[in-house]
C-alpha cells in the first residue's frame, strides 16, 4: 500500500531545479533528494514557462 501523494514546498522545488540547472543532472538531484526525477523535469519545465514571481505564487 501507498504512502499516498507528497507535497513539497515552493523553497524546496526551486532549490532542487536550481540545483539541477548547476550541475546539469537532475536524475542525480532526483537521487540524492529522494524524489523521481520526473518531478524534477516537470518543475524545470513549470519554472522556465513562468516569470519567477508567477512560479512562486503557484508551485504549490
Same mark, same amino acid.
Given at each position: 500500500?501507498?504512502?499516498?501523494? !507528497?507535497?513539497?514546498?515552493? +523553497?524546496?522545488?526551486? %532549490? =532542487?531545479?536550481?540545483?539541477?540547472?548547476? @550541475?546539469?543532472?537532475? !536524475?542525480?538531484?532526483?537521487? +540524492?533528494?529522494?524524489? %523521481? =526525477?520526473?518531478?524534477?523535469?516537470?518543475? @524545470?519545465?513549470?519554472?522556465?514557462?513562468?516569470?519567477?514571481?508567477?512560479?512562486?505564487?503557484?508551485?504549490?
Amino acid at each position: 500500500m501507498g504512502t499516498g501523494k !507528497r507535497y513539497y514546498s515552493k +523553497e524546496f522545488k526551486l %532549490k =532542487a531545479v536550481e540545483l539541477s540547472n548547476v @550541475r546539469g543532472n537532475a !536524475r542525480e538531484i532526483a537521487e +540524492e533528494l529522494g524524489v %523521481k =526525477a520526473d518531478l524534477i523535469y516537470r518543475w @524545470r519545465k513549470e519554472l522556465s514557462s513562468k516569470s519567477h514571481l508567477a512560479v512562486r505564487a503557484t508551485l504549490n
